[in-house]
């Protein structure tokens, strides 16, 4: 089984999380530690361009940080998600609570 890499790194008043791997219920906590370590603290954003696999576990993950940001008055975003990672988004039919964007260069300021 292949696992899952996330990277933390500073864009600005942000900071981003690049997912490499499947983000499903062997992987998600990692996904769910990462996030809940800087959701609140600081603005956020999450690359899914490297998402090989979503489940309902990893959408449940990002869900809580979107409410957690929110909550906290933190902006959220979802970056460049891959087309399994988008189709997962979009099944939940709640895709308007994920605001993506398609690169961190379109992070605002």
Same mark, same amino acid.
């Given at each position: ?45 999450? #690359?899914?361009?490297? *998402? ?8 449940? *993950? ?38 993506? /964007?398609?690169?961190?260069? #379109? /992070?605002?300021?």
């Amino acid at each position: 089984m292949t696992g899952i890499s996330i990277e933390a790194s500073e864009r600005g008043k942000f900071t981003v999380l690049s997912v490499n791997g499947p983000i499903n219920s062997y992987t998600f906590t990692e996904l769910q530690e990462k996030t809940m370590k800087h959701v609140g603290k600081s603005d956020l954003a999450i #690359d899914l361009s490297g *998402v090989t696999s979503m489940t309902s576990a990893g959408i449940g *993950v990002i869900l809580a940080a979107i409410e957690d940001a929110e909550a906290a008055g933190k902006r959220i975003f979802m970056i460049g998600p891959s087309e399994v990672a988008r189709l997962a988004i979009e099944s939940t039919g709640f895709s308007e609570r994920f605001p993506t /964007l398609a690169s961190v260069k #379109d /992070l605002p300021v």
